[in-house]
């Protein structure tokens, strides 16, 4: 689950890392009121979408720029151009974003910028600290290009984040004046229990900076929930923007289904995330493009592959079916007999391949053999997306 910049601030603020003040805005009407609340003749003025590259991005009216520093009396003008409007950035894709807040934020008097980020490392089994003295820029390209300004911190999670640990960070950073390490100390603590406490995947701030007169702030903020603890955290959910997400995604969410739109034309129903992504890859390798990829679980029943069933032919752009189910847990007679209920209840008019292998895979071929529904079967999951690929590419 992700959040939005100043729903990360405000968390940040609670764990005692400082963040310039902030106020938000999501009427025009509230524009002068949330400006009244900064200090100073210049005010940040920010979009707020679930996306990175906001400063590069264009709005689809050509307006360029999520984040614009401006005069007081100029921030609600420039406000009024984002809400509303459509921001489109590198990780947004052409269809964009439509701007529903905005956030005025103080500026700041940056000496140094920095990059910060903590998430997991599944090879080391534990949280990483990345810290980089190239902030502001997009952390792949320093990795890529300037290797020797990228310095990690794998933390241990039956210890934690030691003092040694925040020293080392701390003179890589240049913080080793004892004014500056004292404010790291809390800066860092602060992150690393909140990306601890909260369940987080990733903690992010870039740039973190160093003012001119030495204080370090956070000037911006990423913070992503782990999809599964969310459970554990009601003062997280109530933080979930689904004007943000999908409206695919939101109902597959309801029962149990994981769903990701993509830009394709063969959508997919697989039991088992492994199993979905090589569908995906095999319909590539034969030439076609996956619309969507959707595990139902191992233990799928009739009513999550009949919703299953309707949120993908909710997809205009789909033009075929692969359902790629290896029975284990779920008997393939049980998933047959789901699939052919489902495809009665939806009214399927485009073209359907299904694969079954695994415990009753014979009862359930025969099912769909005999059900009189038009369908093809596959025995073999390269026979399957070479199938769907053909049929849809007439």
């Known amino acids: ?25 999501q009427k025009p009407e509230e524009f002068e009121q949330a400006i009244a609340k900064l200090e100073g003749d210049q005010i940040v003025v920010k979009a707020q979408i679930h996306a990175g590259g906001r400063g590069k991005g264009k709005f689809a009216d050509g307006f360029e720029g999520g984040v614009k520093l401006r005069s007081r009396a100029e921030a609600a003008a420039t406000a009024a151009k984002m809400l509303g409007n459509v921001l489109i950035t590198k990780q947004t894709g052409p269809a964009g974003k439509k701007v529903n807040t905005i956030y005025f934020t103080e500026c700041e008097d940056v000496a140094k910028e920095y990059y910060l980020s903590i998430l997991m490392d599944r090879a080391s089994g534990g949280a990483v600290i990345i810290a980089s003295t190239a902030g502001g820029m997009d952390i792949e390209k320093v990795a890529a290009e300037t290797p020797e300004k990228i310095y990690k911190v794998y933390v241990r999670p039956e210890l934690g984040l030691q003092p040694f640990q925040m020293r080392q960070l ?3 950073f240049g913080f080793g004046e004892k004014e500056l390490m004292k404010q790291w100390s809390k800066v860092i603590n602060g992150l690393y229990r909140l990306f601890w406490e909260k369940d987080c995947s990733l903690v992010e701030v870039n740039p ?12 911006d903020a990423k913070v992503n929930f782990d999809d599964n603890a969310i459970y554990r955290h009601p003062d997280i959910q109530i933080l979930r923007d689904l004007t943000e997400e999908d409206p695919k995604e939101i109902q597959a969410s309801k ?10 034309n063969i959508a997919c129903m697989v039991n088992g995330a492994g199993l979905a992504m090589a569908t995906m890859d095999i319909i590539k390798y034969y030439g076609g493009n996956p619309a969507n990829f959707l595990d139902v679980g191992g233990s799928a029943n009739e009513e999550a592959i009949t919703e299953a069933f309707k949120i993908i ?4 752009h789909t033009k ?9 847990i779920a008997k393939c007679d049980i998933i047959a007999q789901g699939i052919l209920n489902a495809v009665k209840n939806v009214g399927l008019q485009i073209p359907l391949v299904v694969r079954l292998e ?3 895979y014979e009862i359930g071929r025969k099912l769909l053999a005999d059900s009189g529904i038009k ?3 596959a025995a073999s999951l390269a026979e399957a997306a070479e199938k769907i690929v053909k049929i849809v590419q007439g």
């Open 208 to 219: 973190l900076i160093l003012t001119s007169d030495n204080k370090i702030v956070a000037l």
């Open 170 to 172: 701390a003179f890589f």
């Open 255 to 264: 029962f149990g289904l994981n769903y990701i739109a993509l830009d394709g």
């Open 1 to 25: 689950m992700n959040i939005h910049e100043y729903q990360a601030k405000e968390l940040f603020n609670n764990y005692g890392v400082p963040v310039a003040k902030g106020a938000i805005a």
């Open 313 to 316: 032919t909710q997809d205009p």
């Open 358 to 360: 695994g415990t009753n």
């Open 375 to 377: 369908l093809e079967t």
């Open 320 to 328: 075929g079916i692969l359902v790629n189910i290896f029975g284990g």
